[in-house]
């Protein structure tokens, strides 16, 4: 079978978007966090991992934070403010 190659408008991932979308449907606040936590505990489930990292667990706070230009960041201004580009440094 052929290697196939894809340039970056290809690796956008679709279908990740979408189940993110159906999941935060019906639940905005909680289906994704709903969702994750259902798929850890299928995980743990069906693979009896013997070795997980420190720490880690089902209930594990879910919560992600995105750059003031990210694409991601529902709350971006995208006005150049030097301020958000400084903001946006620390966070890293």
Do not use: C
């Amino acid at each position: 079978m052929p290697l196939l190659k894809l340039s970056n408008r290809d690796k956008q991932n679709p279908h990740g978007k979408f189940v993110v979308d159906m999941v935060s449907q019906n639940d905005p606040q909680d289906g994704l966090a709903n969702f994750i936590k259902l798929w850890r505990l299928n995980f743990l489930e069906s693979m009896k991992p013997q070795n997980l990292p420190y720490g880690w667990r089902v209930e594990h706070t879910i919560g992600r934070t995105f750059g003031a230009h990210s694409k991601f960041n529902k709350n971006q201004s995208n006005n150049g403010d030097e301020d958000d580009e400084e903001e946006s440094k620390s966070e890293n």
